[in-house]
């Protein structure tokens, strides 16, 4: 697949944009992303326990559009929704790129990671008569990859499938890895689902400059550097103590459940759906990028924070 050097500066200029790097400048956000794409990076992507939200969230990704992403920037070789390959052909050739290129390709795991009874509550396949877990695929690709790149907060801290009572044993990613001594490091790209811009921009970035620096919780401080409630429109009537009791009434959300004050995120002022709108200008945060969703932030809707 052809790219022409007018398309390829313009997917620079909107991946740039979209990851907080302009300040790059574009030629040289240009010559990188060249260099990288003379590689072509390979990419597998594994799906565990989540709803494929965060695969979906991927697929709206405006600038560059996904096509550009998936085709140009990456080489996706493994992805179980989109791909056409299906079967024991398709792991095989999943193993194949693992080996081929050990120590090169980049791991996407979305969904986390059921360990109870050996790891069978997800099985992503078969070959030669033998179910392939989640959990064994994440071990045996994992330790053969550059870098994991953790997408959605299932894969990045075990989200959903991992809330109380977790009757699989859904893990994230990190503790997979500790527990089996693989050292490959992860970035972690929280969010239920994650915003596309904090996917593409972290794979352009990594492609551009390398990892990228992180928080404590393996989080890129590009995406989540600071909270909600610091940058949230509503915070003057925070400072005021004017607290809405319903959706519609003027107010900081806090009493109707808002979890920004403790939530690392920069939606204020990405907006999501193509700035259309985000979560607390007409609703509340419910502090999805936390490494404590699901569990201590609900009741979502009742005040659990402040
Ligand atoms: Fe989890 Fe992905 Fe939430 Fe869903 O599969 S982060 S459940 S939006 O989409 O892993
Ligand atoms: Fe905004 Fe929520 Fe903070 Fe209130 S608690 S100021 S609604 S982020
Ligand atoms: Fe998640 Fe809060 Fe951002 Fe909404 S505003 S996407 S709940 S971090």
Redesign the pocket.
């Given at each position: 697949m052809k790219i022409t050097r007018r398309n390829f500066l313009k997917v620079c200029g909107g991946t740039a944009a979209a990851c907080g790097l302009s300040n790059l400048g574009i030629p040289n956000m240009a010559q990188a992303l060249e260099k990288a794409l003379a590689g072509n990076p390979p990419v597998i992507w594994l799906q565990g326990s989540g709803c494929t939200g965060c695969s979906v969230s991927l697929l709206n990704s405006v600038e560059p559009d996904i096509a550009t992403v998936l085709l140009k920037i990456i080489s996706l070789k493994f992805h179980p929704t989109v791909m056409a390959a299906q079967g024991e052909p398709a792991l095989d050739k999943m193993y194949k790129v693992a080996e081929d290129y050990a120590g090169k390709f980049y791991l996407v795991v979305e969904g986390s990671i059921p360990t109870k009874e050996r790891g069978r509550f997800c099985i992503v396949g078969e070959r030669q008569g033998h179910e392939i877990t989640m959990l064994d695929a994440t071990i045996e690709i994992g330790k053969k990859a550059a870098a994991t790149l953790a997408f959605g907060t299932c894969a990045s801290f075990g989200g959903i499938p991992a809330a109380k009572p977790n009757p699989t044993g859904a893990k994230p990613v990190t503790a997979i890895f500790e527990e089996n001594g693989i050292k490959t490091p992860v970035v972690n790209v929280p969010g239920c689902p994650p915003h596309p811009d904090w996917m593409v921009g972290t794979i352009a970035y990594a492609l551009t400059k390398g990892l990228p620096p992180v928080d404590e919780y393996k989080r890129p401080l590009l995406f989540f550097g600071s909270?909600?409630?610091d940058n949230?429109?509503?915070?003057k009537?925070?400072e005021e103590g004017k607290f809405a009791r319903s959706y519609g009434e003027e107010g900081?959300?806090?009493k109707l459940g808002?979890?920004?004050?403790e939530t690392y995120a920069d939606c204020w002022q990405r907006q999501w759906n193509n700035k259309v709108n985000w979560c607390?200008r007409n609703a509340?945060?419910i502090g999805c990028v936390q490494p404590n969703f699901w569990d201590e932030m609900a009741p979502l809707y009742e005040q659990t924070t402040?």
């Open positions: 909270t909600i409630h949230c429109p509503y915070l009537y925070y900081c959300r806090l808002c979890k920004g004050l607390v509340i945060c402040g």
